[in-house]
Structure formats: structure tokens, C-alpha cells
């Protein structure tokens, strides 16, 4: 599956951003989707992750409770709404399709590209 992650920007802080993260190629609603965020000088690490249908997700705690995950089978589409955004949250943001639910980044097989998202104080 190809996917392609968009909606980055410049934001400031305790402002809102949506990401976007379009599939194709082969059956998204197969895939448990996940969001990685990789800041400068600092590991990939794990945002949240949505299962197939949608109706489990999990979220590292940093961001719980200020991003929402979700997706749209029929538009082949996972969403990323990021609200209360703070300095930390600047990153490039991936996202990425696992045959299931994880937290490793080594379990996702297909990435998108990144996009990048600035949160200024």
C-alpha cells in the first residue's frame, strides 16, 4: 500500500492542525494505522494507532487527550487532529500501515513520506 501523509504546517502554539494520510494501492480497511513522529537530533517515536475498523486506538500518553485519530475506509483516509498543539509536538510526522495494532515502528511494512509540523511559542 502506498500512503501519503499532508497537512503539516507552522502552527502556533495551542493552535490546531489536521494531517491527512491517503491510501492506495491495496486494502486499506486491512491495516491497523499508525502515526510516528520523528523530531530533529531525536528517535522516531510513536503517536497513536487505530485498528482496521477504527474502533480501538491507543495513544502515547504526551499527546492523549490533545490529538484524535481516526480514519475513513470508504476514502481510504486516516486523519490525525492535533489540538493544543505545544513546542514539543514539533516533528515530522509519519504515518504507517501494520497488519495490527502496535506501538514498534518495525511492525508497520508501509510508511508514507512525513510531513513536517512546526509549533511555535
Known amino acids: 500500500v502506498q500512503l501519503q501523509a499532508s497537512g503539516g504546517g507552522l502552527v502556533q502554539a495551542g493552535g490546531s492542525l489536521r494531517l491527512s494520510c491517503a491510501a492506495s494501492?491495496?486494502?486499506?480497511?486491512?491495516?491497523?494505522m499508525g502515526w510516528f513522529r520523528q523530531a530533529p537530533g531525536k528517535e522516531r517515536e510513536f503517536v497513536v494507532v487505530?485498528?482496521?475498523?477504527?474502533?480501538?486506538?491507543d495513544y502515547a500518553q504526551s499527546v492523549r487527550g490533545r490529538f484524535t485519530v481516526s480514519r475513513d475506509n470508504a476514502k481510504n483516509t486516516a486523519y490525525l487532529q492535533m489540538n493544543s498543539l505545544k513546542p514539543e509536538d514539533t516533528a515530522v510526522y509519519y504515518c504507517?500501515?501494520?497488519?495490527?495494532?502496535?506501538?514498534?515502528?518495525?511492525?508497520?511494512?508501509?510508511w508514507g513520506q512525513g510531513t513536517l509540523v512546526t509549533v511555535s511559542s
Open positions: 504507517a500501515a501494520a497488519a495490527s495494532m502496535s506501538y514498534y515502528a518495525s511492525d508497520y511494512s508501509y
Open positions: 494501492g491495496r486494502t486499506f480497511s486491512n491495516f491497523a
Open positions: 487505530i485498528s482496521w475498523s477504527g474502533m480501538s486506538t
